[in-house]
């Protein structure tokens, strides 16, 4: 139990400009005190000193969004060194439709949060870990503009003039945005050509930027799996951007307490959905979602390619359980699995 190792927690509501601070006894739950300080070097200092005054022994901070707003508060108490920090999640809406919603109720909420749950999150630590996200961010966005472009000029084709299209529609990708990069202007053009060429050039160049910003990204992330954990690397389905989303959650030695809560954290710990005569698990739709999607990729890769799994689906759907009910038991498997992996890793450098 929480209470029997530490006296005080305390809770912050993070936002921009300012964080709620609300001081609770472990033992009672009881509101000691609340305070408000500003989101800033001098106002971390703040937050310290008041939590110095009114909460003298062991104490815990659980803050709400570590990894966004309350990203430099929990540095620098991972500075000050001696600090329990962990990480709570948001007051859901129901809660907050029945409860209203405060700055500083939701800081008492997230300071008796952790008196309720046994499993307490640790926030995410690392500066290659941090890198790690950031470029991953970067990288999604790029991606994320060269399909949209992508789209875009391919229906532009579709509606072109019939000279410009026939010249263009049977073309192969690298070409194509070769081909449409290069285009210039012609006073002999109509306006609707001309506009259809500034369109096209301007998407095939859009396209070819994202896609150079990508590969510098990759690179740059590759280089930082490389130094964390470099075994991911050798399983099977695991690529750089896979093997990032993984180490970004997953973060450090200390922070998932076990493999079950790593699994509940990515959204593949099973969850009864019986009812009646039937018996059955399901997958759940909570955790992180990102990282879900990397177990899902995997998952996808090693069905076309490994043998192994191949047998494993086949041998679960020979048993009476469906494709996706074999699926989810792989998920599980495989968050087990690179858990273990990462735990047992020996990072070059952190």
Not at 148 to 166: E, F, G, M, N, W
Request: aromatic share 4%; charged share 25%; net charge positive.
């Amino acid at each position: 139990m929480l209470a029997e190792q530490v006296d005080y927690v305390v809770g912050v509501d993070t936002h921009r400009d300012q964080h709620a601070l609300a001081i609770v006894d472990a033992h009672t739950g009881a509101v000691i005190a609340q305070t408000t300080t500003a989101a800033s070097a001098r106002g971390y200092a703040d937050a310290v000193r008041f939590a110095d005054q009114h909460a003298p022994g062991d104490r815990l901070w659980a803050i709400e969004g570590s990894g966004h707003y309350g990203a430099g508060l929990v540095r620098h108490l991972q500075h000050q060194g001696g600090e329990q920090v962990h990480e709570v999640d948001r007051t859901s809406r129901s809660e907050r439709r029945l409860r209203g919603k405060d700055d500083q109720l939701d800081a008492v909420r997230a300071a008796r949060s952790p008196l309720a749950h046994e499993h307490r999150a640790r926030p995410r630590a690392g500066e290659h870990q941090e890198a790690l996200r950031l470029l991953l961010l970067a990288r999604r966005t790029a991606v994320d503009t060269r399909r949209v472009a992508l789209v875009q000029l391919r229906s532009v084709i579709v509606t072109a003039p019939d000279a410009l299209r026939d010249q263009l529609r049977r073309l192969p990708l690298g070409e194509l945005l070769k081909r449409c990069s290069r285009f210039r202007r012609s006073s002999s053009r109509t306006p609707a050509q001309l506009a259809t060429i500034l369109v096209l050039r301007t998407l095939a160049r859009r396209i070819q930027t994202a896609t150079a910003e990508a590969e510098t990204l990759e690179h740059e992330i590759l280089s930082h799996v490389r130094a964390l954990v470099p075994e991911l690397l050798n399983e099977p389905g695991i690529g750089p951007i896979v093997a990032a989303q993984l180490i970004v959650t997953w973060s450090h030695h200390d922070r998932i307490d076990s493999e079950a809560c790593f699994a509940r954290l990515a959204g593949v710990a099973p969850l009864p959905a019986s009812s009646g005569q039937t018996t059955r698990h399901r997958l759940s739709r909570g955790g992180d979602r990102q990282l879900n999607r990397a177990l899902h990729t995997i998952v996808l890769h090693r069905r076309q390619h490994d043998p192994a799994t191949r047998d494993y689906i086949a041998r679960r759907i020979s048993d009476g359980k469906t494709s996706r009910d074999a699926t989810r038991l792989l998920k599980r498997y495989l968050a087990r699995h690179l858990y273990r992996v990462m735990q047992n890793s020996t990072p070059l450098t952190t």
